[in-house]
């Protein structure tokens, strides 16, 4: 399994997937405390760590029993896997499956392996109670049937310390340049003119317990115009900060990457570009847009010779309807492309904008959402949506939580299943304020429909945001995604 392989989705936070939709109750930001409005779109997972080769599929699918040929019997029963987020099976997760209506058919706890298993109707549900006191997320998967097989994250509750590098830039400063700054990934410092350069290091800024440094100069306009890079730079174990020493001297060379598109709705006054320079799985993006002439937009973007172990562009339009944002968007990951490179897209085969989305928390332990588009998602592998909410326990305890749902691309509308008294502290509260539901679309080509994307959706949602800006997550070298997502920010 590739490094960044879960590490993908679709929506938004300081990675994340924006926030979503138009709500009837009272505000309560759909953010995270991963799912922060600008991080990421599930605040699910933070996993900063890849399965070891073999380990998804070993989880995923258990061997057949004595007796039976896999290739040969039928599939009797719907099978979820529950991973910690050290990304090792997690026992004891509450897993209830439900029928196609949401009436509770039997609950179940994962065993040793991180699995729980029933036979199932076509169109049942499954939901899993990831989580306890702190923060608490819940998974319903929609149009189950035997065989499938459903990966699920448990959502870490403790208190993680943010890592820190302290970085010692090249020294000396080349003649022109005035003052600097260090990023890892899309974490960046403060510009400073003097002394080591701290940088934060949020979860989207490291992989497996690394990260690369860029480091930039600024001429006396503050434009970047010199550069120098350092990759696989260790994290303090303790979580505090890391020296980063010895970068390499500055260069002045920089890079231009062509983005094209065609096709452009018309109306529309501009589109939006983006790229990731990725280095062991951290994307390093840089996000630009262009005006729409005669239906097509181009821009240049500036790129890093040398740095990129992999390379993604994206083209993406934006839409107002109802008070909800929608985009759509087209993203390919290919091979660190030569300076002077160009990837064209065909903006007429973006996914259907959105019109609307809307919760009714009326019945607040059973939520619903519905949502509108100008068009069917038809070739879509399926979607996501999400419904936070933040709650303060009994004992004081401030809860950010939220109910994530997965289901197939047919899906216009949702409603939270039934479930057992023992869940009611995963449930919103009557009178809770829900606010900025997020739901997303998602088609990628190396995925081939519903049935593959319960195990792969992990990795679809972790869609970034940056003001007006979508980011699509990290793809397969060759792979392309396209995606539509909507949200609210309150």
């Known amino acids: 399994m590739r490094p960044h392989s879960l590490r993908r989705i679709l929506l938004l936070a300081s990675t994340v997937m924006v926030p979503f939709a138009c709500v009837n109750s009272s505000s309560s930001p759909l953010g995270q405390q991963p799912f922060d409005g600008g991080d990421r779109f599930d605040s699910r997972v933070d996993y900063d760590g890849a399965l070891p080769d073999g380990a998804l599929p ?8 004595d007796g039976g040929d896999a290739a040969d019997a039928a599939p009797t029963t719907a099978t979820v896997t529950v991973l910690g987020t050290n990304a090792l099976p997690k026992a004891g997760v509450a897993v209830v499956f439900q029928d196609a209506t949401g009436a509770v058919v039997e609950a179940k706890t994962t065993d040793a392996f991180g699995r729980a298993s029933r036979s199932v109707v076509d169109g049942s549900m499954v939901t899993v109670a990831t989580g306890g006191s702190g923060r608490r997320e819940l998974f319903t998967f929609l149009g189950i049937k035997n065989g499938a097989q459903i990966l699920a994250f448990d959502v870490d509750i403790g208190s993680t310390a943010q890592p820190t590098f302290s970085v010692d830039v090249p020294l000396p400063l080349p003649v022109g340049t005035l003052s600097y700054s260090a990023q890892a990934g899309d974490c960046a ?10 940088v934060y290091l949020q979860q989207r800024c490291q992989n497996g317990g ?6 930039f100069g600024y001429d006396d306009g503050s434009n970047k115009s010199v550069w120098s890079f350092q990759k696989g730079n260790a994290l303090a174990t303790d979580g505090g900060v890391a020296q980063v020493t010895g970068l390499p001297a500055w260069s002045s060379t920089f890079g231009t990457f062509g983005i094209t598109t ?10 939006s570009f983006s790229t990731a320079e990725t280095v062991g799985g951290v994307p390093l993006h840089s996000d630009s847009a262009g005006p729409v002439t005669g239906g097509t937009a181009s821009v240049q973007m500036r790129m890093l010779p040398g740095y990129a172990d992999a390379f993604q562009s994206q083209a993406s339009v934006q839409t107002f309807a109802q008070l909800i944002g929608s985009w759509s968007f087209i993203s390919k990951a290919v091979a660190p492309p030569a300076s002077g490179a160009t990837q064209a897209y065909d903006l007429a085969q973006l996914m259907p904008a959105f019109t609307g989305v809307t919760v009714d928390a009326t019945d607040a332990a059973h939520p619903k959402m ?5 068009a069917p998602f038809t070739g879509a592998d399926g979607g996501f949506a999400r419904i936070p ?7 004081g305890v401030s809860e950010t939580n939220g109910w994530t749902f997965v289901f197939p691309a047919s899906t216009t509308n949702l409603q ?3 479930l057992p008294a023992s869940l009611d502290a995963w449930v919103p509260p009557t009178g809770v304020g829900i606010s900025a539901p997020v739901v997303a679309f998602v088609e990628e080509d190396d995925i081939p429909g519903y049935d593959a994307l319960l195990t792969k959706y992990p990795s679809l ?7 007006a800006f979508i980011r699509a997550p990290l793809l397969p070298l060759g792979v392309t995604l396209r995606a539509a997502y909507a949200y609210n920010p309150g």
């Open 189 to 198: 410092s403060a510009i400073l003119g003097q002394g080591p350069v701290t």
């Open 262 to 271: 065609t096709n452009a709705p018309a109306a529309l006054q501009a589109v």
């Open 389 to 395: 909410w933040s709650a303060r326990t009994d004992a």
């Open 461 to 467: 949602s972790t869609l970034d945001a940056n003001g």
């Open 416 to 418: 939270g299943p039934q």
């Open 58 to 65: 070993d989880l995923v699918q258990p061997p057949p029993p």
């Open 210 to 215: 690394k990260s690369p440094i860029v480091a």
């Open 370 to 374: 519905v949502w509108t588009s100008v």
